[in-house]
């Protein structure tokens, strides 16, 4: 039999939380806690990334096909910034990976992954680059037309 952590996490975090408030420091899985620690910082970086390809996704999708724009994708650009900036709030360091130019490339290819799977080849000649910064595509107003 494996121990606590890997049979049972979440009876495992319940331990280690009792243990902590206990002051029992000694029985305290210290690798496990440290790396359960890191995994927060990882989820919340991945959720960032998640809902600005979703953003950015829409944007694109509004550009370039603009024959099929309409109020849901209007509503999904609003949630996907109202969210993004609740996330910001909530864990202020995220907020230098919007001027981070890997992590905006990364969003970029999520983004054209996403629409051009929904888009059933009506996309086409997108750049290889993201021609807004994810600091444009969060500002309230920001809807890309053709000259974008």
Known sequence: MGNLYEDDVIAWAEQQAALLRAGRWALLDIDN?????????KSEKRELRHRMAVLVEHLIKWRWQPGRRG????TTIRV???DIQKL?????SLKPMMADAEFADEVWR???VL????AE???ENLPDTN???????????FLPTAED
């Open 115 to 118: 629409a051009l799977k929904e």
């Open 110 to 112: 999520d983004a054209v």
């Open 121 to 123: 080849g009506e996309i």
């Open 71 to 74: 109020s849901s994708w209007l």
């Open 88 to 92: 910001i709030r909530k864990t202020p």
């Open 131 to 141: 021609p807004w910064t994810l600091n444009q595509a969060m500002l309230p107003d």
């Open 80 to 82: 996907q910034r109202i």
């Open 33 to 41: 806690i440290a790396e359960e620690i890191e995994d927060v910082g």
